[in-house]
């Protein structure tokens, strides 16, 4: 087999370069399931305690391998979707939802009810505009504030 003269084709990760007269198409070569540059941390086995939500997800998976890539798989889209998603706030309407948010655990309700919430409040700061904030979070769609909630440590 021979080897790419120019540097810029060879991967990144030296893990993904196979050994000389071993390539993809070799049977004993194998790709590494997470390279270096994709491993930024062992976790190792964890216990988890699957409550509702989490019970409903693995609903009818036995083998702990399914189970495990749809936690993963769910997680890694859930962390996208956080990505594109939110509302930008100025300081003062992030205090203001801080301190509606403080309560603690914000449940889908809660976090659906979040303009109303602002509407209630007494929370008052230099420069909040409560009721420019109840219509930013009333247009706002769910993952838009489930991600604000999440960007406020909720």
Known sequence: ???????????????????????????SWIAPALTASEKTRNVGKTNVFFGPPLAILADGQKNTLEISGKLNRTAERYLEIL??????????????????????????????????EVSLTRFECEGLDKGALVGKLEQASFADLVAIVESLGF
């Open 83 to 116: 990505k594109h998603h939110g509302l930008e706030l100025s300081e003062p309407e992030r205090r203001c939802l801080a301190h509606i948010c403080n309560i603690g655990f914000m449940s889908p309700l809660e976090i659906c009810e979040l303009s109303f």
């Open 1 to 27: 087999m021979a080897f790419p003269t120019d540097m810029s084709l060879l991967p990144d990760d030296p893990a993904l370069i196979p050994e000389p007269d071993k390539g993809r198409g070799d049977p």
